[in-house]
């Protein structure tokens, strides 16, 4: 399983279309997820993308009011859109070597320097 997550993100960040997505929801039971809809593209279900990052989750769950609010750039497979990440930590634009867009830099700071701390 792992290496098949491992490979399917290496296809998505080779191969690559960008759009908007809006947080809906975050779960945190059994694995920490943050859903979300992208803006042009339907799926049966909402789009999700489990967190990994350690010690974020309280975080995400505090500022999920804030995060709610605001547009995020998403990045999708060209060939399968199931294949998608929405760009709401530092981390994620340094790997795709992009700058944060202004409208939602102040927020990414925020959730990254938490998760960093816890």
Known sequence: MLA???LN??????????????ITKYKSWKF??????????????NASMTIFFPGCGKCISKHLKELKQHNFPVIYNKEDSTNHEI?????????LEIAIPDNVKSIVDKISK???QN
């Open 114 to 116: 938490c998760c960093d």
């Open 32 to 45: 920490r997820e943050v859903q979300f809809v992208i803006e042009g593209i339907k799926l049966e279900d």
């Open 4 to 6: 098949y997550q491992h």
């Open 87 to 95: 760009l709401i930590f530092n981390k994620q634009y340094q790997k």
């Open 9 to 22: 993100k290496r296809n998505l960040y080779n191969n690559y279309v960008f759009s908007k997505g809006e």
